[in-house]
């Protein structure tokens, strides 16, 4: 664990880092229409491609279809394909935009935003046993939307805090978030989350960190080990 505060960490991020709301698919939706079900097709629509394209697959499926629960369980998997493609793998996410939509009629009787009156645990396990729902959405969806205390891991997340030396390297998903959440404040997890992601776009790439120039090179034991560029 790191030799300095939670506090001083995020200000030392927040000394070269910027959250630009419009880099963050999911934060961008649910600020522009504050809905959860919303924040889930646009997670769906964010895997294996970039935020911009999810983003840019959002607005135009947004301006073919209301963004409900019962449209998307009633019209052709054929229409949801025509109106998505930009955003790749479009059958595949289609497919999940529809099992999801019929799940949630099902269960929830189409109010999704009921999951929030539900403790973190149980609200975490009902959206685990949607269909095509992992745990880093599961979480995104918990922090962001609910104001719930948990910590999504993706794939930067996970890069940035093995590096650093949160976790080993061979953490899973599990001990990552829980080194995350226990380092952390609660109310900074969404915060931390956000820059943690910047921090792995802009400075820890996957091939190529950029160490030496990055704000918190003296604490991690990746960029003090001199392995990095
Ligand atoms: S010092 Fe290097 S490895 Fe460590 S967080 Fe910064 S870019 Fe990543």
Same mark, same amino acid.
């Given at each position: 664990?790191?030799?300095? !505060? ?10 070269? %880092?910027s ?6 698919a999911?934060?961008?939706?649910y ?6 079900f919303s924040?889930?097709?646009?997670t769906?629509l ?14 135009v499926? !947004? ?14 998997l ?12 479009y059958?595949?996410?289609s ?5 999801i939509s019929e *799940?949630?009629?099902?269960?929830f009787?189409?109010?999704?935003? !009921?999951?929030f009156?539900l403790?973190?645990?149980? *609200?975490?396990?009902? %959206? %685990? ?5 992992g ?7 918990? %922090? ?5 205390p948990t910590?999504?891991v993706?794939r930067?997340?996970?890069?940035v ?16 978030r829980?080194a995350?959440?226990?380092f ?19 400075y820890?790439k996957?091939?190529?960190?950029l160490c030496f ?11 003090? !080990?001199?392995v990095?560029?």
């Amino acid at each position: 664990m790191l030799s300095i !505060s939670s506090d001083d960490f995020l200000l030392l991020l927040k000394g070269s %880092l910027s959250i630009n709301v419009n880099d963050f698919a999911a934060l961008k939706v649910y600020r522009d229409y504050g809905d959860l079900f919303s924040v889930l097709v646009t997670t769906i629509l964010t895997q294996n491609t970039s935020d911009k394209n999810a983003i840019k697959a959002f607005d135009v499926l !947004s301006r073919k279809f209301k963004i409900k629960p019962e449209v998307f369980a009633s019209i052709s998997l054929d229409e949801i394909i025509e109106a998505i493609k930009s955003s790749g793998m479009y059958y595949r996410k289609s497919r999940t935009i529809k099992l999801i939509s019929e *799940a949630i009629l099902r269960k929830f009787n189409g109010d999704f935003n !009921s999951i929030f009156r539900l403790p973190l645990k149980d *609200a975490r396990e009902a %959206l %685990l046993a949607l269909p095509g729902i992992g745990r880093k959405t599961a979480d995104v969806l918990l %922090l962001m939307c609910g104001k719930m205390p948990t910590f999504p891991v993706d794939r930067h997340v996970e890069r940035v805090s093995k590096r650093i030396g949160f976790v080993s390297m061979n953490a899973t998903y599990e001990e990552i978030r829980s080194a995350l959440m226990n380092f952390f404040r609660p109310e900074n997890y969404l915060e931390a989350h956000l820059l943690l992601i910047a921090l792995g776009r802009k400075y820890c790439k996957a091939k190529k960190p950029l160490c030496f120039e990055c704000p918190i090179k003296n604490l991690c034991n990746y960029g003090l !080990s001199g392995v990095g560029g």
